[in-house]
């Protein structure tokens, strides 16, 4: 089933046309006094240019009159291969198809809310006929039924024609039309750009993105530029004003070698400040982290070994090193926002 997109905005086309596979666009005067254009033939003209298959309007009074006005067209610069002229179904504008198509020219005959003009339509050697779906449901008829009354009638009597299923409101109106076995579908980009959208589908995709990272990046690659660490000779106020300054939980307490000798917790400072009162802040935290074995792992382990230290040691810090020396701290909560820890 080829699919065209229902617009005149330029940049949802660019856009649109990105996909790559988008059979063509539709366009009607319609879309076109919306969207503030006054230069009709120059806005033809520059989206011919850009998409595979342009459909166009040939409006006239008379058979002729269309004849002339696809001409004209044609004269700016289409191409006769890649240019449909849509004409609104009527005798004459039937008649009109046929010039058309004896010219060897495309034609899409529109505007179609019953079987007998599809018919006509048909008959008349129109390489699309387009019932507008969304148009004719609002006014409380069963296009639906029409649309498989004209695949039908193309099935049965052999006719050379593609049946358009156009005027979509919405995804529902997409499904119906691939299941009613039309050949082409033509819908705004509001609802094209909605129909690879599904809840699961997105859970699915996060999870396969979340497992990647797991098994592909490293530790080293997550840390924090802010990572403070304090001398074992300073004070825990002087570690409040680094972790302060930081914006971290907890800060890495190193030796003159810079070897690690403990860290230090914004939730040690809680509990000591309750039992010891501001007096604390004055103590050397050399002597708060003296009989620490802080929890470590390699700057070059994966994120998943990461993850198993945090729930097998049940922490919230781990500290990471780079050749046996601290390069910085993770943090529980950043594996939380990257969904990595559930």
Not at 212 to 219: A, H
Not at 317 to 328: E, F, T, Y
Request: glycine share 8%.
């Amino acid at each position: 089933m080829e699919l065209y997109l229902d617009s005149v905005d330029f940049k949802e086309i660019e856009e649109a046309f990105k996909l790559g596979f988008l059979a063509g666009l539709t366009t009607t005067p319609t879309f076109m006094h919306r969207q503030g254009i006054t230069d009709i033939d120059g806005a033809i003209v520059k989206l011919s240019k850009i998409v595979p298959v342009l459909q166009v309007e040939a409006l006239g009074d008379t058979a002729e009159e269309i004849l002339a006005e696809a001409e004209r067209l044609l004269a700016l610069g289409l191409d006769a291969k890649t240019t449909v002229f849509k004409i609104p179904v009527s005798n004459e504008g039937l008649r009109g198809c046929k010039m058309l198509r004896n010219k060897g020219l495309l034609v899409n005959v529109h505007l179609v809310y019953t079987l007998s003009q599809a018919y006509m339509a048909m008959a008349a050697g129109a390489t699309y006929v387009c019932p507008l779906v969304g148009r004719w449901q609002d006014q409380g008829h069963d296009a639906l039924a029409l649309i498989k009354q004209c695949v039908e009638t193309v099935k049965t009597y052999g006719y050379d024609t593609k049946i358009m299923f156009s005027s979509v409101r919405h995804a529902e109106h997409v499904r119906t039309a691939i299941l009613s076995g039309v050949h082409t579908i033509t819908a705004p980009w509001g609802v094209m750009k909605k129909l690879t959208e599904n809840h699961f589908t997105t859970v699915g995709t996060d999870q396969f993105i979340e497992h990647t990272k797991l098994m592909t990046v490293k530790v080293k690659e997550v840390i924090s530029s802010k990572n403070p660490k304090i001398n074992v000779s300073g004070s825990i106020f002087d570690a409040l004003t680094e972790m302060t300054d930081s914006g971290m939980g907890a800060i890495t307490v190193v030796d003159n070698d810079n070897n690690l000798k403990g860290i230090f917790t914004d939730g040690d400072l809680r509990r000591n400040l309750k039992e010891k009162g501001k007096a604390f802040l004055d103590t050397n935290i050399g002597e708060m982290v003296q009989n620490q074995s802080p929890i470590t792992i390699n700057a070059d382990a994966l994120l998943y070994e990461a993850v198993k230290v945090f729930k097998d040691k049940n922490i919230d810090n781990i500290v990471v090193l780079d050749n046996n020396k601290p390069l910085g701290m993770i943090d529980i909560q950043d594996f939380v926002k990257m969904n990595l820890i559930g």
